[in-house]
């Protein structure tokens, strides 16, 4: 009977223990956690305008990553920050509700209302649903995001073949008679790398990424524009690569070290 009681003490201290384990003291909250998400859109979808007759390796795949932290204010609000480089973009209009065909909840972040947003099921720390351009023609691109993620490429700190930093001029739509030139000005802080390019028409901003050995990958997302790069790092200095705006137009872009004229 001693043993028995013995046991049975041990069990229920054990039990205790594994417990308190489990116990958070974090504050309470209704919806999806709170902290960093990391978001990923799969541009490579539908129907693409190309601009580009070669190919490339391109070893992202299409997807663009961002990362975004849910904040919340009180147990039952919350807002989003989308972190965009070393801005954050603040998104506050967000609805719930109930997907009748899949029975799972649903989450709608209006990034611009009736115009920008991502609608979709979660559960526990994931969402999956689509990115939809509403002034767009059946203009969706899916995306899932994962919480307590908040790397953007990878995780992995490969020794960039070379540093970048520095003006780049850069030649897009390469295989076009009359390629269209732009300037773009990177900086490399161990494998992390940031950067701005500029066309005659356009200014790529808040460009954020990372150089692993002998590629570089930059992307930049703010709940309207969705900006992929990718470049090989040729032996030569240059750069090669391929340029994505949203899942409506991809091409192929070329850079050489800028004079210090």
Aim: glycine residues 8%.
């Amino acid at each position: 009977m001693m043993r028995f009681r013995k046991s049975c003490l041990f069990l229920i201290g054990l039990i205790a223990l594994f417990s308190s384990q489990c116990i958070t003291t974090g504050e309470p909250f209704s919806g999806i956690p709170p902290g960093i998400w990391r978001g990923v859109l799969y541009l490579d979808q539908g129907s693409v305008r190309s601009t580009a007759t070669g190919s490339f390796d391109e070893r992202s795949k299409a997807e663009l990553p961002f990362n975004f932290e849910v904040v919340y204010d009180r147990p039952d609000s919350f807002h989003i920050e989308i972190i965009d480089g070393s801005r954050r973009v603040t998104v506050q209009n967000i609805q719930f509700g109930l997907d009748r065909e899949t029975g799972k909840d649903s989450i709608k972040v209006n990034f611009v209302p009736g115009l920008s947003y991502v609608r979709g099921n979660y559960e526990e720390d994931a969402i999956e649903g689509n990115w939809i351009l509403a002034d767009r023609e059946d203009y969706k691109i899916p995306f899932k995001a994962v919480h307590s993620r908040d790397y953007l490429f990878t995780e992995l700190q490969r020794e960039p073949a070379l540093d970048v930093s520095g003006r780049w001029e850069v030649r897009l739509s390469v295989e076009s008679a009359v390629p269209d030139t732009a300037i773009a000005e990177f900086s490399l802080d161990g494998n992390q790398l940031s950067g701005t390019v500029k066309t005659p028409t356009e200014v790529y901003r808040h460009l954020t990424g990372t150089v692993q050995d002998d590629r570089l990958y930059l992307s930049s997302f703010d709940g309207v524009q969705a900006l992929l790069l990718e470049a090989k790092i040729i032996e030569d200095g240059t750069l090669s690569g391929i340029f994505r705006n949203g899942s409506h137009e991809k091409t192929y872009w070329a850079a050489k070290r800028a004079s210090e004229d």
